[in-house]
Nanobody, 119 residues
Framework: EVQLVESGGGSVQPGGSLRLSCAASGFTFGSYDMSWVRQVLDKGPEWVSTIDSDGSTDYTDSVKGRFTISRDNAKNTIYLQMNSLQTEDTGEYYC?????????????YGQGTQVTVSS
């Protein structure tokens, strides 16, 4: 059974920090590109960051310089270190795994963890 379990969400004041974790099981984690996607109320899902299976990273412009994505293949876990949090970062954060097999793309989503940035 495939599982992606996010943790680390919570409520912080603007300028604060949180570290999200996503523990994966049930698939070959090291072969998958891993991402964080967030869902804000009344808006569509927004891609936040990706770390490829080879370790290369990418970020949406609004979080560059503030968020850092990383992965530990020995623990089948990815992380999102979020610093200098802003109210606009509030949302449900989902872990997303994807692998392109050529003729189809396999993907998995976690259940999400809530991040609330408020004074």
């Amino acid at each position: 059974e495939v599982q992606l379990v996010e943790s680390g969400g919570g409520s912080v004041q603007p300028g604060g920090s949180l570290r999200l974790s996503c523990a994966a099981s049930g698939f070959t984690f090291g072969s998958y590109d891993m991402s964080w996607v967030r869902q804000v109320l009344d808006k569509g899902p927004e891609w936040v960051s990706t770390i490829d299976s080879d370790g290369s990273t990418d970020y949406t412009d609004s979080v560059k310089g503030r968020f850092t994505i990383s992965r530990d293949n020995a623990k089948n876990t990815i992380y999102l270190q979020m610093n200098s949090l802003q109210t606009e970062d509030t949302g449900e954060y989902y872990c997303f795994a994807e692998r392109d097999w050529g003729d189809y793309v396999q993907d998995y989503y976690g259940q999400g963890t809530q991040v609330t940035v408020s004074s």
